[in-house]
């Protein structure tokens, strides 16, 4: 148990410095970042998203599945696991007949599993949580006389959570389980306006640090349907609390000719809060072969307030209606023709598809911001050479779609490569 422990710790501290290294570039070049928390990370692996991001009732041996912690059981006793990804990503931005493509490309998540005792497995790591990135600049030409207003909209940063997570199976149909994580990160927002006739420029930035913790709670319930079939129900319940930041807004009314400038700075205690989120998965297994499963999801945006400096009344303060229940619904299907089979490669490998639709967790101007709608597709391939059979190179591509009426349509073409390592560290041998 203690080179377990010992080399959990070395797997996580050496994930932590990657990821923190990493984590300062972003992972997102969206306009829509700029509200709430910024753009949701995926939670889930490469080998999820490729059944369009489904997981609260998958459960297996040969992945890690953290969406929900109870199927962290499923590990046998001589498996040690470690999955990490990255993702590269190509988007095109269109509004009123105008059209900009971009490219980003970051890493993404890294994270292990083991058998921590009988029944009982325990999974470690890092994952994102949000993400803050986007530069662009608006033009208003009022008229000939007062000139033209620019306004320059700029922001960065994001926030990650390492966590360890525990899945117990109490009795032979149901496990149970539970992520605590550390939630850590920052993020600053600027909008620094200028005109063609004045020399004053006004800049307002917004930013908070966040440091706090996140605890979901999940269950699997298995029911075998005859012998070549099996049903999974899943749930997960995640906690909501205020998350001890003191976000700030900071306004600078500055003279480019006399250089003087007048600093006004506001700050809400504890003004940033996680909504509480809960969800429901179905999985289907036929003969090993075939998994179809289906996921829902929420989160309570919608019942938390959220800072907002008002340009009326000259105050920062939070202010209920800025954002809005957030809600996923995700279907993928795995198809493996014969994970066991010797002869046929082709008949190893996992082929996946999947789809979701996902409702936005923030208003713009008062309206709901613009819907997401995704299809993806992947394959699991399974990599052999003189001293591994079981690990896994999973691909996923996901094509997602970002629009609303009188918004920028988001299009969005992804690529994430997941390598899964599958070691039996915990055998003993024995030679006669």
């Known amino acids: 148990m203690k080179r377990i422990v010992i080399c959990c710790l070395f797997a996580a501290s050496s994930t932590i410095s990657v990821y923190s290294q990493n984590s300062l570039q972003s992972g997102t070049i969206s306009p829509y970042s700029q509200y709430g928390m910024g753009v949701l990370g995926e939670q889930s692996q490469v080998a999820g998203r490729g059944m369009g991001g489904t997981g609260l009732a998958l459960r297996g041996g040969t992945m890690v599945n953290t969406l929900n912690p109870a199927s ?18 190509l988007t095109n931005f269109k509004e009123n007949g105008n059209s900009v493509n971009a490219r980003s490309a970051h890493f993404d998540y890294a994270v292990g599993l083991f058998r921590m005792m009988p029944y009982v497995g325990m999974s470690f790591g890092i994952l994102p949580f949000s ?27 994001g926030m990650h959570q390492a966590f360890i997570g525990i899945g117990w ?4 149909t149901l496990s149970i389980g539970v992520n ?28 908070a640090t966040v440091n706090t913790y996140n605890l979901t709670f999940g269950l699997q319930w298995q029911q075998p349907l005859g012998r070549h079939d099996n049903i999974v129900i899943g749930a997960t319940l995640g906690l909501g609390h205020k998350m001890g930041a003191d976000p700030q807004c900071e306004i600078v009314n500055l003279n480019t000719a006399t250089v003087v400038s007048d600093t006004t700075t506001f700050t809400i205690d504890n003004g940033l809060e996680l909504p509480l989120s809960y969800g429901v998965g179905l999985a289907w297994n036929h003969n090993q072969t075939i998994t179809v499963a289906a996921d829902i999801t929420q989160q309570q945006w919608g019942s938390t307030d959220y800072p907002e400096y008002d340009e009326n009344t000259k105050t920062y303060a939070l202010r209920s209606g800025l954002l809005r229940n957030r809600t996923r619904m995700s279907l993928g299907v795995d198809y493996v023709p014969n994970s066991m089979s010797v002869r046929s490669y082709f008949k190893r490998i996992h082929y996946r598809l999947g789809t979701s639709y996902t409702t936005p967790y923030y208003n713009i101007n008062g309206v709901k911001g613009p819907d997401e709608f995704s299809v993806s597709a992947g394959l ?10 079981r690990s896994v190179l999973n691909i996923s591509a996901q094509w997602v779609r970002t629009s ?29």
Do not use: H
């Open 169 to 172: 199976n109490p009795i032979k």
């Open 380 to 389: 699991g391939l399974p990599l052999q050479n003189a001293w591994n059979s």
């Open 404 to 432: 609303a009426k009188d918004f920028i349509t988001d299009n969005s073409f992804r690529i994430s490569l997941g390598l899964t390592f599958n070691e039996r560290w915990f055998a003993k041998w024995r030679i006669d």
């Open 72 to 89: 962290y059981s499923a590990i046998d006793s001589l498996t040690m696991l470690f999955d990490a990804g990255v993702t590269g990503q």
């Open 180 to 207: 605590a994580s550390y939630l850590w990160g920052n993020y600053s927002r600027s909008v620094v306006t200028t005109g063609s006739t004045t020399v004053n420029s006004l800049s307002k930035t917004y930013k």
């Open 131 to 157: 993400d803050v990135g986007y530069s662009y600049t608006s033009s208003t030409r009022l008229n000939s006389s007062v000139g033209s207003i620019v306004e320059q909209y700029t922001g960065k940063g």
